[in-house]
């Protein structure tokens, strides 16, 4: 492939995530989302398509009896000449370090926020992260069906809980009973809505320029007034915008709409498309590396073990950051410097999966893996190349787990193994303790409900979880002064990790610091080896 070539497939990218606290309609969003691309011939209510999703994975059936979306996939669709990405990320705190993870392999995201609830505290949390990584971040404020806050105090809220500016691409007319569609500060066009339901009434609303009498007609006289005093003081007292700044993440767009009605969601994808970044540069360890640099390289940023029961299989999923993937091509897994062919990678399109003649940076895709695979791996046609580390999350919940029954015992730990691999636990043993009693450390705790599901879903594995009450674990040098020291200690509990390496588990953050003060010990945030 030439480059010219390459380089328009690459610009064509917009690979991003949804941030948003449970419960704002992000499910909705990616499925209008995948409609209007053309990914998914019918929107059946969100119910319809969440029922579907646990059909296809038995051990989602967790999400469903809690309500939560626990898994993350990528979802791909063409759509007016780009190919968009959409990294679906879990909203529920406890499983934060996945999202996390997730997030690294975004160029831009979309924070999506309740309109009657505002910024509440999930969304604040994963926009701190995308903040930090310094990419673009997008606002749909969604259910204007419903009775909203005010869209200035919204804005408002915004800049103040965030520490972003806000800038209104479009604005509301009316909310909930009296929502009567947005209105383009582009293009100076209403958009007015129509609930679902009212679909089949006798005299659709009129969308057109607000200067049309009809259009202003259809809206009422009191809510023209209010619009156009609100555009005005949007645009004498607002913030600046401009692409740079858009790039820079110093200034949100935000879009008013309903997912739920399919409304404002085509005017948002058309501006998001045009405004959202394609693959950007990444630092390496061998310098910037430009995602249009011909040869391939990617990483891992999530493996998922089981995704379905019938195969048993497990799958990396890897952020392309450079060049194009080829079927079967080689590629150096650096880690072990092995050469590795990825043969049929994959690409989650709507929960089914096609396999993959060819795919360029920005893109996701998922390799089958036999277990050589770990996240942060990197695969590249240049060997030695790194990039920057993943961030590293410190459990601080611990548990014992002790399998039901014995015979079980291969099971179980291959279980705990593959678990592991995925990321989604930290695997302990103690000094005394054999792997049949592994201390298990987990960021939130529902990810021990998750654990005991899996175990026995998946691997047929029943087991006990017994609760520590330790809350932080530190690593130590392996000195067997210190060790004997922390040994004997009734403050802590020593351990060794996966990789051989020393830590404690402490009661609290008091205790740690009390203990290194009194014997000098010094203590890692993390292992040697992150
Ligand atoms: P999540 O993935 O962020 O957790 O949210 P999800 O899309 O599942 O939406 C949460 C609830 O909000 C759903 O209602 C959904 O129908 C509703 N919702 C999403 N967008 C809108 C919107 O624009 N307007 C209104 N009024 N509601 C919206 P639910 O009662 O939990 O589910 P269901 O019984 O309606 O399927």
Redesign the pocket.
């Known amino acids: 492939m030439n480059q010219a070539d390459l380089k328009s497939e690459i610009a064509a990218r917009k690979t991003f995530a949804i941030i948003?606290?449970?419960?704002?309609?992000?499910?909705?969003?990616?499925?209008k989302l995948l409609l209007f691309g053309g990914a998914i011939r019918e929107a059946g209510?969100?119910?319809a398509r969440?029922a579907e999703r646990y059909a296809t994975s038995d051990w989602m059936e967790l999400e469903r009896q809690r309500?939560?979306?626990i898994t993350s996939s990528a979802l791909q669709f063409e759509y007016q000449g780009y190919v968009v990405n959409i990294l679906d990320t879990p909203?529920h705190q406890d499983f934060s370090e996945d999202t996390y993870r997730t997030l690294t392999a975004a160029d831009s995201a979309v924070m999506?926020i309740?309109a009657a609830k505002g910024v509440e505290a999930q969304t604040k949390k994963l926009f701190e992260v995308c903040r930090k990584r310094g990419i673009p971040i997008f606002t749909f404020i969604?259910?204007?069906?419903?009775n909203a806050k005010d869209p200035l105090d919204l804005m408002d809220e915004v800049e103040k809980v965030l520490g972003i500016e806000s800038f209104a691409m479009n604005w509301p007319i009316g909310m909930g009973q009296d929502f009567k569609g947005i209105y383009d500060r582009q293009t100076g066009q209403v958009e007015r809505f129509m609930e679902g339901s009212a679909r089949s009434s006798s005299i659709p609303p009129v969308s057109g320029p607000l200067s049309d009498p009809s259009v202003q007609e259809g809206i009422g006289e009191t809510l023209v007034k209010q619009l156009t005093d609100e555009i005005e003081l949007l645009d004498m007292a607002g913030n600046v915008f401009s692409q740079e700044r858009v790039d820079r993440g110093e200034v949100t767009p935000v879009f008013f709409?309903?997912?739920?009605?399919n409304?404002g969601v085509p005017n948002f994808l058309h501006y998001f498309l045009d405004l959202a970044p394609a693959p950007q540069p990444r630092s390496t360890n061998l310098g910037e590396l430009d995602p249009e640099t011909p040869s391939f390289s990617g990483y891992i940023f999530k493996i998922q073990a089981n995704m379905n029961t019938q195969h048993r299989d497990r799958i990396a999923f890897i952020r392309i950051c450079s060049g194009r993937y080829e079927r079967g091509m080689n590629v150096i897994h650096t880690r072990s410097r092995r050469r590795l062919r990825l043969a049929q990678p994959q690409q989650l399109f709507a929960q089914e999966r096609s396999i993959l003649d060819e795919a360029y940076a920005g893109d996701i895709i998922g390799v089958h893996d036999s277990g050589l695979l770990r996240i942060g791996d990197v695969l590249t046609e240049k060997d030695g190349l790194q990039f920057e580390a993943m961030p590293f999350f410190s459990p601080e919940n611990f548990a014992r787990i002790n399998i039901a029954n014995a015979l079980k015992r291969k099971q179980f730990i291959k279980g705990i193994q593959e678990l592991q691999e995925e990321g989604a636990i930290h695997v302990f043993r103690d000094l005394h303790v054999g792997v049949e009693a592994p201390i298990i450390g987990v960021v939130g705790q529902l990810q021990f409900e998750v654990l005991e599901y899996r175990l026995r879903e998946e691997y047929g594995v029943n087991v006990n979880i017994q609760h520590l009450p330790f809350e932080i674990v530190r690593w130590v040098k392996k000195d067997e002064k210190t060790i004997k020291l922390l040994s004997e200690s009734s403050m802590s509990t020593v351990v060794v990790d996966k990789d051989d390496n020393y830590a404690v588990l402490l009661l609290d953050e008091w205790k740690a610091n009390w203990l290194s003060d009194r014997y000098e010990i010094e203590f890692f945030l993390q292992p040697f080896d992150v």
């Open positions: 948003s606290h449970p419960d704002a309609g992000k499910t909705t969003l990616t499925e209510s969100v119910k969440k309500g939560i979306s909203g999506l309740d969604n259910k204007f069906d419903r709409g309903s997912a739920l009605n409304f």
